[in-house]
């Protein structure tokens, strides 16, 4: 059972292998992704941390102000370690791209601060819950009044899941990372 705002993955003590939604949000929700240099960097640091944890990105949704993702992990142990890593090497690449005016509003006590320190994850356990999920993420943009379509926003899987057609990350939609 998940309740909003509770790390379900903490309070459960689960090892191994697991699907996972999570969502990241930006410091004071900041909408920094609304330029494209912003967003393409954070994504190259989700590929390339992904990657470097094998990691199967399953689904996502970059909005403007947060990241919605759906993680096939191998051992959901590393989800945090993980996380903390993106958020790190994001950080790094997106400081000196930001506009002065929205550096000073992730500054916080005088250090630069891009995300929120803590995320929210849920472990999904059912197909329901999958399909539920990976629709709630492809289409946040529409219902944030951001595009009529879910394949019109650019950082999003929609296009992978709903069209087969690739988008700008790597999405494994058959589940390899179970193997």
Sequence with gaps: ???????V????????RALVFVTATIHEWTPIFRADKIALATLKKLDETTQYFDVALVGYVL????????FGFKRIELLS????????????????????????RLNANG??????????????YTEEQFRVKLNYIHY????????????????TSAGDWLENKPGLLP??????WLN
């Design 111 to 124: 250090k630069f601060r891009m995300w929120k320190p803590r995320f929210d994850d849920l472990i999904i």
């Design 171 to 176: 999405i494994d939609k058959n589940f390899e």
């Design 140 to 155: 946040n943009p529409v219902r944030g009044g951001l595009v009529d379509s879910p394949i019109a926003w650019p950082y």
């Design 63 to 70: 909005m403007p102000t947060h990241l919605h993702l759906l």
């Design 1 to 7: 059972m998940y309740i909003w705002g509770m790390v």
């Design 81 to 104: 370690k993980f996380m903390q890593s993106f958020k790190i090497l994001s950080s790094k690449a997106v400081k000196g791209l930001l506009s002065d005016s929205f550096r000073d």
């Design 9 to 16: 993955r903490k309070r459960l003590d689960i090892k191994g």
